[in-house]
């Protein structure tokens, strides 16, 4: 973008000004853009004035005398002494001179569990649910949107190869994916010869596990060695790094097969990347929504067996609520993210997108585990029974939600399903809880993670350029008080007291789609399980930023989600009331044998 550079220098020099009284927060873009190089803060503390002050309180809700304004600036009321601006401008410059690749964590590290709250141990197992399991389909189309378990069945009593497996995936990326933009880089050498080695393992006897042979593809911000991972942005579409990522490496060792890297929309915001946007496979006129966009496209479009995913704010269960998959977002810290592009280190997570629950937890059990490579990691074991009992479960419930102008046919209908199921259920009110006053978090630790962007205009090269894509949000993040963050975190802390105190009232708590409980379940760290319940006649719904989609045209018969919540470290019982009520909603709306309709390359 061009842009006037007079006009430039004297709007970032109004930005020095204004963002010194920001909690001495780094300063966005203070550094000319055509000329990085340029000391444009060499006498910057002569140019913030008292004047300047009192505008900049504006931003922050503050009102200063005169006289104090002084004093910060370090005036004539303290004769002699340095002026406080001097001295903190100099840190700012220091901060920014220190290299910090995107991998390296704050000091302070958020940790979901509460001081004095003591968190069942589990002890690493995974019982499927006991059922007939058929002989292998016939037909291509059905092996490729088989479950996971029903594919190791069919390896395991060699009715299919990991090599037959992942040439029909592959054939499918080639024929569909020119239509849905899933994949970033599809890596089909690596993959065959990935399925070759699993079955050559297979023949000697050597079973790695349920995943061992299955294909899967992996979101492009986890770092594969020699494969490119872009970020989906285009200042790192050049990207190649030299090492794999925790969950690349925990998917190797349990002998899936990498099919390619899952496109996301730019540094994990949206599903718009910087070489298409990613399509919804039941209405490939809209977007798949974000950031897991390719993830959850691929998986519900049969590309692949399933993908793992990332979430930040919603970036697991969003696009899985498009696509109709079913997202686990684990608890905070199950699953170790080293390797992995970081947005904001006290809110990122990974997780597996599937298109069955119960193969959740085969993939999660995959990648749970400690790293001290990820400052945030825990230890804990995760176990899940399939065959559990649902009369012993607790399963809460707000009528409220359920009365609410929003409410779909869908959710009722599982709720219904819910009443069946034998659970005993439990009315309860979730709290009113602040969360969107919050957001400055998420916004604070990714200006931080890409603060480089905004300094050297390198966000400008990012597709989207609207009032909330991420150029703007990194800018905006700038003027956020130090002060006013850690008020931020010290209502987290009560926001996670609040929901220990609430999740502890049942087992798992059921709901339909909401937005504020996703916010509130990733600020405390909270599991989740995003639900396939059956189907709704919308609107086309339009891509953030791209006007291409005709939301006044024809409905379409597109997936509706429900959501299953629970303590932390409770996964598992998420996917056994997810299984459930999957088995017993698939009759009901037909779900389970729907697929979409994808045109041909």
């Known amino acids: 973008m061009n842009r006037n550079r007079t006009t430039l220098i ?40 008292e004047r300047t002050l009192a505008e900049a309180e504006k931003l922050l809700g503050l009102q200063f005398t005169e006289s104090e304004r002084r004093l910060m600036l370090g005036g004539q009321a303290v004769e002699g002494e340095e002026g406080y601006f001097r001295q903190r401008n100099a840190q700012v410059m220091q901060w920014r001179s220190i290299e910090k690749p995107n991998g390296l964590a704050p000091a302070t590290v958020f940790d979901p569990r509460l001081p004095g709250v003591e968190y069942a141990a589990q002890t690493d197992s995974v019982t499927l649910f006991d059922e007939p399991m058929a002989d292998r389909a016939a ?38 994916d020119g239509q849905l933009q899933s994949f970033i880089t599809v890596t089909p050498e690596l993959a065959l010869q990935q399925a070759a080695e699993a079955d050559r393992e297979r023949q000697a006897g050597r079973v790695r596990g349920p995943l061992h042979g299955i294909p899967y593809g992996l979101k492009d911000l986890a770092d594969t060695a020699g494969v490119p991972t872009t970020w989906g942005a285009a200042p790192y579409s050049q990207r190649v790094p030299d090492t794999d990522a925790a969950a690349a490496r925990l998917m190797r060792e349990a002998g899936a097969v990498l099919l390619g890297k ?94 069955y629950a119960e193969d959740t937890a085969l993939v999660l059990a995959a ?33 409220r939600m359920l009365e609410a102008p929003e409410t779909t046919a869908t959710d009722r209908a599982a709720f219904g399903a819910l009443q069946a199921s034998g659970v005993k259920l439990v009315e309860l009110k979730f709290p009113e809880l602040p969360w969107e006053i919050m957001y400055p978090i998420l916004e604070a630790e990714a200006a931080a993670a890409f603060e480089t962007l905004t300094l050297s205009g390198a966000d400008d090269e990012l597709r989207r350029q609207i009032s909330d894509a991420w150029p703007n949000v990194f800018r905006t993040a700038h003027f956020t008080g130090a002060v006013s963050l850690v008020q931020c975190e010290r209502i987290r802390r009560l926001v996670m007291q ?94 389970g044998a729907r697929r979409p309709d994808l045109a041909r390359k």
Not at 22 to 49: L, S
Request: proline share 5%.
């Open 262 to 355: 899952t496109a996301l929309g730019a540094l994990a915001w949206g599903e718009v990347w910087f070489g298409g946007e990613t399509r919804n496979p039941w209405n490939p006129a809209e977007g798949s929504s974000g950031s897991s966009a390719g993830s959850a496209a691929a998986s519900a479009a049969g590309l692949c067996a399933f993908a793992i995913g990332t979430e930040t704010w919603g970036s697991i269960v969003s696009p899985s609520e498009r696509c109709g998959v079913t997202g686990l977002r684990p608890t905070f810290g199950r699953v170790s993210r080293a390797g992995a592009m970081a947005l904001c280190w006290s809110l990122d997570k990974i997780g597996p997108i599937c298109r």
């Open 10 to 49: 004297q709007r970032r020099q109004l930005l020095a000004g204004l963002l010194a009284t920001a909690g001495g927060a780094a300063v966005a873009g203070c550094t000319q853009r055509e000329e990085p190089g340029d000391p444009i803060w060499a006498g910057f503390d002569e140019r913030v004035t």
């Open 139 to 176: 037909s291509a189309d059905d092996v490729a949107f088989a479950s996971i378990k029903q594919l190791a069945h069919w390896m395991e009593t060699g009715q299919l190869t990991s090599t037959e497996l992942t040439g029909l995936y592959l054939d499918r990326i080639g024929r569909y």
């Open 367 to 399: 990648l749970n585990g400690y790293d001290p490579s990820d400052a945030g990691s825990l230890a804990h074991g995760f176990a899940y029974d399939g065959n559990q009992p649902l009369s012993g479960l607790t399963v809460g419930y707000d009528p």
């Open 498 to 591: 609040q929901l220990h105190a609430f999740f502890a009232q049942s087992d798992v708590f059921f709901a339909p789609s909401s937005d504020e409980i996703t916010a509130l379940t990733n600020l405390s760290g909270h599991p989740t399980l995003a639900l396939r319940a059956g189907f709704e006649q919308l609107s086309t719904r339009a891509i953030d930023g791209i006007t291409e989609a005709d939301t006044s045209g024809p409905t379409h018969a597109v997936p509706d989600s429900v959501h299953l919540w629970s303590g932390l470290f409770q996964e598992g019982k998420l996917v056994t009331l997810g299984r459930a009520l999957e088995q017993a909603l698939s009759p009901q709306s037909g779900w």
